[in-house]
């Protein structure tokens, strides 16, 4: 009777085991992967640039000055830990220019698990209904061009910023976002430089 408890407990064991084991790789399958989409020119080195020169932001949508202003503030930020910013466009290697794209969308929707009655002709049967939510839609894009505004690079990944009433929570979200688009900057397509 008590080898068979000892089984019986062992068998649970590799069970909780192997239920663990199974959890962690279905997490580790739903991990996102970076969600920067980037573009850039591949015949052009990458490796010669040292200095930058930030030009004005753009802005489109309903965008706030603010969050445009923290958006670039974000992007200069991580650019500083890797490059030298210059005191003129002239001075710079390449010019950053950082773009804050912003939309008001809808989203209409049955939603199945709330049902009521009084469809059709005589009122008889059931139906979901429809849900509606509006929503504002932003994009932080940031395009690297040569100094004599040629189209280098481009990085842009879809913003959560501009959902923070709070100035330092946004701009703590900017500088996330700024990390893993600047994380994708420069493209390490050449090896060496000119």
Same mark, same amino acid.
């Given at each position: 009777?008590?080898?068979?408890?000892?089984?019986?407990?062992?068998?649970?064991?590799?069970?909780?085991?192997?239920?663990?084991?199974?959890?962690?790789?279905?997490?580790?399958?739903?991990?996102?992967?970076?969600?920067?989409?980037?573009?850039?020119?591949?015949?052009?080195?990458?490796?010669?640039?040292?200095?930058?020169?930030?030009?004005?932001?753009?802005?489109?949508?309903?965008?706030?000055?603010?969050?445009?202003?923290?958006?670039?503030?974000?992007?200069?930020?991580? *650019?500083? /830990?890797? +490059?030298?910013?210059?005191?003129?466009?002239?001075? $710079?290697?390449?010019? #950053? %220019?950082?773009?804050?794209? !912003?939309?008001?969308?809808?989203?209409?929707?049955?939603?199945?698990?709330? *049902?009521? /009655?009084? +469809?059709?002709?005589?009122?008889?049967?059931?139906? $979901?209904?429809?849900? #509606? %939510?509006?929503?504002?839609? !932003?994009?932080?894009?940031?395009?690297?061009?040569?100094?004599?505004?040629?189209?280098?690079?481009?990085?842009?990944?879809?913003?959560?910023?501009?959902?923070?009433?709070?100035?330092? %929570?946004?701009?703590?979200?900017?500088?996330?976002?700024?990390?893993?688009?600047?994380?994708?900057?420069?493209?390490?397509?050449?090896?060496?430089?000119?």
């Amino acid at each position: 009777m008590a080898s068979l408890f000892h089984i019986l407990r062992l068998n649970s064991l590799r069970f909780r085991g192997a239920c663990i084991a199974a959890l962690g790789l279905w997490l580790a399958g739903c991990a996102a992967s970076n969600p920067v989409a980037v573009d850039y020119d591949p015949a052009f080195k990458f490796a010669n640039l040292r200095s930058y020169y930030m030009l004005d932001p753009l802005a489109s949508g309903p965008v706030s000055p603010f969050e445009i202003k923290r958006a670039r503030q974000a992007i200069d930020n991580q *650019l500083r /830990g890797r +490059y030298t910013p210059a005191e003129s466009r002239d001075q $710079a290697d390449f010019l #950053v %220019r950082v773009q804050l794209m !912003s939309s008001d969308k809808v989203a209409v929707y049955e939603d199945p698990f709330s *049902l009521y /009655g009084g +469809y059709g002709y005589f009122g008889l049967g059931w139906r $979901a209904p429809l849900r #509606v %939510r509006e929503y504002t839609q !932003s994009t932080l894009v940031v395009d690297v061009s040569s100094a004599d505004d040629a189209p280098l690079w481009r990085g842009s990944l879809p913003s959560k910023a501009a959902g923070f009433d709070d100035p330092r %929570r946004q701009l703590q979200r900017f500088n996330e976002e700024a990390a893993l688009i600047i994380g994708r900057f420069p493209p390490y397509n050449d090896v060496g430089y000119d």
